[in-house]
């Protein structure tokens, strides 16, 4: 009786665990896209500030964002759902990528397409609407995202390895898909090209 008892506990704890990672990626799968302007704070471990920003953010799912820092400085990271691209103006170079290798951008993966096999790399804890992801595979960024049970994302959190801490708040939020042409990059003339595929 004893062994079936601990049987049944085992039992429990793994299907709560997978309830909320089920919770949410049903969640996510709610809304096809959106758009939001963000505001980023980023501080250290100690709760030092480090930096503060604005920007926009568009996505359609899976596998289309545009993710566009506006201040302190100019950065966008845009995936037409094979490549990524990450363009600096400031110093007229642009990094492309293939976006299903792209390590430092597992977030918007999970984001984009609640089906990916990245999602199987990560343990979920649900506390109402804030989900935290670990990873089991040794990747040193941890997340924290509060989703609504209508699939609009209200914050999300980055929790680096030294306890640094990127936080995201989105505002002017729009729902449904975005059109695929805010998902296109074309390299301005005089762009340096770094092309890493």
Avoid: C
């Avoid at 997978?18 to 809304?31: P, T, W, Y």
């Avoid at 040794?138 to 030294?162: A, H, K, R, W």
């Amino acid at each position: 009786m004893k062994k079936f008892l601990l049987l049944i506990g085992l039992l429990a704890s793994v299907s709560v665990w997978a309830g909320d990672k089920e919770v949410l990626q049903q969640r996510l799968d709610k809304i096809d896209g959106f758009y939001a302007r963000f505001s980023q704070n980023v501080k250290t471990a100690d709760n030092q500030p480090v930096q503060e920003g604005k920007g926009d953010l568009w996505v359609t799912r899976p596998y289309y964002f545009n993710w566009t820092m506006n201040e302190p400085d100019e950065t966008a990271i845009i995936s037409d759902g094979e490549n990524m691209w990450v363009y600096t103006p400031a110093v007229e170079q642009v990094s492309v990528l293939d976006l299903k290798k792209a390590v430092d951008n597992r977030l918007m993966l999970l984001i984009t397409d609640s089906h990916n096999p990245i999602w199987d790399v990560y343990n979920v804890k649900r506390k109402q609407d804030s989900f935290t992801l670990t990873p089991t595979d040794g990747s040193t960024q941890n997340f924290v995202i509060s989703v609504l049970p209508t699939g609009m994302i209200s914050n999300f959190t980055i929790i680096e390895e030294d306890g640094q801490r990127s936080f995201y708040d989105l505002s002017h939020q729009e729902l449904g898909k975005i059109a695929l042409s805010k998902f296109k990059f074309t390299p301005p003339a005089g762009v340096i090209i770094d092309d890493q595929r």
